[in-house]
Every structure is written in structure tokens, then in C-alpha cells.
């Protein structure tokens, strides 16, 4: 009775604690509306949605970005609307992780639960530059700077969305978590 | 500890909070607007079988109210077929209106309550002592399964405003200042309290109106103390027994900002920073393309009134179109009972069915490149009412109909200066 269900984050695969990537060098007060413009907001394909990434930025931005390609920005990115979107386009654009000065909030919810990397980065914003290649310890927080071979120390993520982004995002936790519920009653 | 504090402790079970901590609340209501049929792929992902209350959810169908696409009508079929199937006691469909005001007008708002929905601007209801915060479709999925939600215990920041503006000067002015002072990230991931004889005086539309743009400085939420205005607004429409939370008179804010506002004058927020505010004046001379009153911070009947008492016996510039959007059915028959909807449409302006409308590009008014808009909306970012080369500038109902009117960015308090000579000023550009 229902169209056919769409997965529209994957969300399932488990992060890898340590990852390397291109970064993609944005400003302050990247806005939902500049990651995933609302005249897309009724699609419902992931690739569709991944083609649109930061066509408010710049419209070439999704079709050349780097598989785990790591963005990094200025403060409050992701702020605006709560459109869970922002994070599925980015997501399926084949982002590995955002690396920035803050975070909007629902933003930095939304990413998580979909099991997408996020490390707040004091004064990272002029330090890198696009096209630089990046190495990243969720655990510790340490940003490396492959190309310079500098490093940074960012803020380390809470344990609470560690295990969500260990879990490989909030639905597989969920999950396990009814099951285990169901399990113990 | 804050009233912000005591909702959240209450409704987790505890005695008291710790900003910081992360706790689990129980959740009183949970709103899904039309952009996230994700809510429902969520559901079922997570295998949600049975919603946990079907009192206290309900689906609102405004931001693609008439449905303008294939897609978007698809969207709504499916949100009709869920609720259908889970019985929800509530339903808002395509003719009720926005959110942020239906779920008021419902009786559904009241003091002490959590309320999240998938919308950002859920910050309004802070209004009515309510703890409203916007979500991602997967964190509603969660909540419609469990009836709870996660939270980071927010700091607490105080915003205090002293005395009263002139009559030019509304609460859309009062809160896009703020917006300049505090900045786009002045308050990412706290609660924002408003305090101080203006919000003590301040209408319910008003309060809706700084609360509902909290969320432009980041806030999780806002919070304004219950005044009478409310109480007498939540007894009139709702039968929820409700306690109003208070302040511990020794509770320490994360900061305090003091604004006087007494000498304000109208504001306006510039191309495409919500924050990039000045006086109307220090704007320049903006010729405008298109004016809109509306959406979930200007489309109230008070904002209404405001366009068609400046609009009465005048007509919009010929270069101008103006599109009014009231907020919702029952703000649509009010302004049409007030005879409001008369003058504006004598005066050259469009009418549309109540939702969002082109606040987020949409539909009924979306902008071609090299267009400029000014609207009583809350976002200017590039790109957000249509294409990423159009302009887009904030600004109270009066500045809005003003600048209808001239065919240019106007300060309302002009107002009483001559009609001709106003009009003739700003079409020469050899106004202030």
C-alpha cells in the first residue's frame, strides 16, 4: 500500500576510526539552503539528492568531488533548516567527514544519526586548503595535514554520538537496542 | 534552576538537570511538515510497526500547500496513507496552514510542555513557555516509535530588552537588531530566554514572532515567561492541563545581553546573511522586484493588518507584484472579516492559499535571477526563495508595504510625510 521503501542514507556502514581524505575548502555559515537547495527537497533518490550537494555554493561542487572527500569550514555550518537532506546529500555525494569551526545543531543531529563524521576544528578555516590531502583519528580528534604534515588537535566527539557513529548511524543502534530490549523482557 | 531546566527535569524523571548532561525526555508532541516523508522510510527502517500515542502526532501539510508537483502530491499521498493507518487523532492537511500557528491555534501549545517537530523554527513556541525544538526525520522516527528523544542539557543565555520602540517599529524590527548583534552562531546549541518590559507587554503574535528567529543565532531553543496574553490564548483553545514553570530567582545565565530598544528604528536584514542587519536607511536605495508577507514569522493577522493599514486607498508601485500568504485558515478568514484582504487586493496584491509559500522556493512567488524580494520571512541566504542570483531582504509587514508601495526599500516612518512626496523621494533615489 506504501511506495516502495527508499533508503535514502545508507547509514550502515560502520566508520573506520581513522580515514584519509581531500578537502574541500568552504566558508562560515554554510547554510542547509547553500548544501541542498529547497527546490529539490521532494526527491527521494539518494543519487538524485547527492547530485544537488552545495549546488548553493557552486554547481559543480557534486559532479567532481573526491569519493571521502573531506569538506572543511568556517563556524555554525549547517545552520537553517532542519532538512535532514543536507546531510543525506552530503552523505551520498561520498563525503568522508566535516571538519569545522561549529556546527548548526539539528545539523549536527541529522549528520550523526546518519553515521557521518563530524569533528569541530577551532581555527581550522584558514589553515587547510582544497585540494590538501587529510588524515583523521575520530577517537583522539587528531587532524593531519598530509601535504604540510601539520597537525591539529580538534575537539574529541561525545561518547554518546561515538556509538552512533561506531554503530554505523542511529538506525542500526536502534535496532540492536529494541532487540536487545525484546531480549532481556 | 531555569523553567528551561524544570521542563526538561520533569519530563525525564528527575529532580534536577545539569546543562551539559545528556538526558532522555519524554516527549508531549511531535509534528512532521510535508518535507519528510523521511520520517516514515525512518519508521519503518528501524521497524516502527504501531506510533506510541496516536494523540500526540500529527502530520502538517504546508510548505507544498496546494501541492505544486508530482512529487510533492506523492509525498502527501504517502503522509495520508500513514496517518490513515496509524489513526492519528490529528490531521492538518493542505488547508489548514503553517505549522508553527495551526498547532496554537489547535489548542496543542501550552505552557511547560515538549514539543519537537521537523522544522527548525519550532523555536516559536518557546512563546507560550512551551520547550519547542526542531529535528531531523530520523530523530522524529525515533521519537513516534519510544515517545522520547535524547537531549543535550543546553546552556542558558539571557536576552534582556529594555523599553519600548515607536509605533513604526515592530517585533520583526526588535529581533532581526538582535540577529545583528548576536550574529548568525551568537547562540549555537543554547536555549535563548528573552526578558524585560518589552516581552512582558508583548502580544502573542509578537512573542511568536522574536522566538521563531532564535533559531537564526543557532539556539536550540527560546523560552519567554508566560504572560497574561498567553494564558488567556492557551485557556481560550486548549483543555491540556498545563504547569508554568519559574525561574529560580538565584539561577546564573550562561551571559546576559542588555538591549535598549527604546530608540530603534525599522531594520532590515541584507543579502544573504540573516545577521548582515542595518537601519532600512543605511540599506541605500534597494528597487524591488517583488514583496511578500507571509510565512511562519510574518504571515499573522497582526502582520496583515499592519501591510493593508499602510496599503489602505494606495496602490503597490506598477514594477512591484506583491504576494500576502496568511499564516493559516483561521488568520485567512480574520483578515478577510477585518476587510484586510480587500484593501490589499485593491491595492494590487496577490493572494494565496495559506502555507509557507516562497519562503523556501516552493512555489507562489519563487525569484528568477537578478530579482529582489523583501519579505517578512526569515531567511535571505542565497539562493533560499529562488535562483542563487536574487536578492533577498528581511524586514517588519510596515517596511514591507511601505517599499510595495514606493517600488523601493522604505522606511515606515515616512509613513505620515505626503503621499507624494514619499513616493517620489524614494523613486528618485533622492531619499535618505
Not at chain 1, 545552520?79 to 545539523?107: D, K, P, Q
Request: hydrophobic residues 40%; glycine residues 12%.
Amino acid at each position: 500500500m506504501y511506495g516502495k521503501q527508499k533508503h535514502l542514507g545508507k547509514g550502515s556502514e560502520k566508520m573506520k576510526e581513522e580515514f584519509t581524505g581531500q578537502a574541500l575548502v568552504l566558508g562560515k555559515n554554510i547554510d542547509t539552503d547553500q548544501i541542498y537547495p529547497g527546490r529539490y527537497l521532494a526527491l527521494t533518490n539518494p543519487e538524485e539528492i547527492g547530485s544537488h550537494c552545495l549546488e548553493g555554493v557552486d554547481e559543480g561542487i557534486a559532479g567532481d568531488f573526491p569519493k571521502g572527500g573531506i569538506i572543511v569550514a568556517g563556524t555554525n555550518f549547517g545552520c537553517g533548516s532542519s532538512r535532514e537532506h543536507a546531510a543525506i546529500a552530503l552523505f551520498n555525494m561520498g563525503v568522508g567527514a566535516v571538519v569545522a569551526e561549529s556546527f548548526a545543531r539539528i545539523f549536527y543531529r541529522n549528520a550523526i544519526n546518519l553515521g557521518l563524521p563530524l569533528l569541530v576544528c577551532r581555527g581550522i578555516g584558514g589553515m587547510v586548503k582544497s585540494g590538501q590531502n587529510l588524515e583523521i583519528n575520530m577517537r583522539t580528534g587528531e587532524l593531519k595535514n598530509l601535504d604540510t604534515g601539520e597537525h591539529y588537535q580538534c575537539e574529541t566527539i561525545g561518547e554518546y554520538a561515538m556509538s552512533i557513529l561506531e554503530a554505523g548511524g542511529i538506525k542500526p543502534l536502534f535496532i540492536r537496542r529494541m532487540k536487545e530490549e525484546d531480549h532481556d523482557s | 534552576m531555569h523553567a528551561i531546566e524544570k521542563i526538561l527535569a520533569r519530563h525525564s524523571g528527575r529532580d534536577r538537570v545539569v546543562s551539559g548532561e545528556i538526558i532522555t525526555a519524554d516527549i508531549d508532541f511531535a509534528e512532521i511538515n510535508d518535507l519528510y516523508l523521511q520520517t516514515i522510510y525512518s519508521f519503518r527502517e528501524m521497524g516502527g510497526k504501531k506510533i506510541w500515542d496516536r494523540e500526540k502526532a500529527a502530520f502538517v501539510f504546508d510548505h507544498y500547500a496546494p501541492s505544486p508537483t508530482i512529487e510533492a502530491s506523492q509525498n502527501h499521498r504517502e503522509m495520508r496513507l500513514f496517518r490513515e493507518e496509524q489513526g492519528l487523532t490529528y490531521h492538518f492537511d493542505i488547508n489548514a496552514g503553517i505549522c508553527h500557528q495551526v498547532m496554537p491555534e489547535a489548542g496543542l501549545v501550552y505552557p511547560g510542555m515538549i514539543l519537537v517537530a521537523t522544522d527548525s523554527h519550532t523555536t516559536t513556541h518557546g512563546a507560550f513557555g512551551c520547550l519547542g525544538t526542531g529535528i531531523g526525520a530520523t530523530d522524529m522516527a525515533t521519537v513516534l516509535i519510544t515517545g522520547k528523544l535524547w537531549f543535550r542539557v543546553p546552556e542558558i543565555i539571557r536576552i534582556h530588552l529594555k523599553g519600548i520602540p515607536g509605533s513604526h517599529v515592530l517585533p520583526k524590527d526588535v529581533i532581526l537588531y538582535i540577529i545583528g548583534k548576536m550574529k548568525a552562531d551568537g547562540a549555537v546549541y543554547k536555549a535563548i530566554e528573552f526578558t524585560g518590559t518589552y516581552v512582558e507587554q508583548l502580544d502573542v503574535a509578537g512573542r511568536m514572532v522574536l522566538c521563531n528567529m532564535a533559531v537564526e543565532m543557532g539556539a536550540k531553543t527560546a523560552y519567554m515567561e508566560p504572560n497574561q496574553a498567553v494564558l488567556d490564548y492557551v485557556a481560550g483553545r486548549s483543555s491540556h492541563p498545563f504547569t508554568v514553570e519559574h525561574t529560580d530567582s538565584d539561577f546564573e545565565y550562561e551571559e546576559t545581553y542588555v538591549f535598549d530598544i527604546s530608540g530603534l528604528e525599522p531594520q532590515v536584514s541584507m543579502p544573504s546573511s540573516v545577521d548582515n542587519v542595518g537601519t532600512v536607511a543605511q540599506a541605500g536605495r534597494v528597487r524591488i522586484d517583488q514583496a511578500f508577507v507571509g510565512a511562519c514569522t510574518g504571515g499573522r493577522v497582526e502582520d496583515i493588518g499592519e501591510a493593508a493599514r499602510i496599503l489602505k486607498g494606495r496602490k503597490i508601485a506598477s514594477h512591484v507584484r506583491m504576494v500576502v500568504i496568511p499564516a493559516s485558515a483561521e488568520v485567512f478568514k480574520k483578515c478577510i472579516v477585518n476587510g484586510y484582504l480587500d484593501t490589499l487586493i485593491d491595492a494590487g496584491a496577490t493572494i494565496s492559499a495559506p502555507g509557507c509559500g516562497p519562503c523556501l522556493s516552493a512555489h507562489q512567488g519563487v525569484l528568477a535571477a537578478g530579482e529582489v524580494c523583501v519579505t517578512t520571512s526569515n531567511r535571505n541566504f542565497p539562493g533560499r526563495m529562488g535562483s542563487r542570483d536574487s536578492g533577498i531582504y528581511l524586514a517588519s509587514p510596515a517596511t514591507v508595504a511601505m517599499s510595495a508601495w514606493t517600488g523601493y526599500l522604505t522606511d515606515p516612518s515616512c509613513e505620515n510625510s505626503g503621499d507624494s512626496d514619499v513616493r517620489k523621494t524614494e523613486a528618485s533615489g533622492k531619499g535618505k
